[in-house]
């Protein structure tokens, strides 16, 4: 397995996760993080270019969650603070060997770690 998701449970409305995600070593131009609620589509939530550290997150996350990395340990993380019950889904990470902009769709990425639950509860 390339990437390995972890981190999720289940936590109160207001708490804080923290996910990481390791990548086993192949060249990437970014790492994203993506989620996917029960019955809606997978969608973007944060991203980072893994050379010079650029942030692109998603608006209803923007000042709540902070994408980061440690290229020393070939992670990245994100660290979820002011968790609100919407923010219940399945946390993924994915890289991409392609230069990346702004925030994008799931499919500019073409490795996928296993997803972890994030279920917040109200």
């Known amino acids: 397995v390339q990437l390995q998701a972890s981190g999720g449970g289940l936590v109160q409305a207001g708490d804080s996760l923290r996910l990481s995600c390791v990548d086993s070593?192949?060249?990437?131009?970014?790492v994203g993080w993506f989620r996917q609620a029960p019955g809606r589509e997978r969608e973007f939530v944060a991203a980072?270019?893994?050379?010079?550290?650029?942030?692109y997150y998603a608006e209803d996350v923007k000042g709540r969650f902070t994408i980061s990395r440690d290229p020393a340990k070939n992670t990245a993380y994100l660290q979820m603070n002011g968790l609100k019950p919407e923010d219940t889904a399945v946390y993924y990470c994915a890289t991409t060997p392609q230069r990346i902009f702004g925030p994008s769709g799931s499919d500019l990425y073409d490795s996928w770690g296993q997803g972890t639950l994030v279920t917040v509860s109200s």
């Open positions: 980072i270019a893994w050379r010079n550290g650029i942030k």
């Open positions: 070593g192949r060249a990437f131009y970014a």
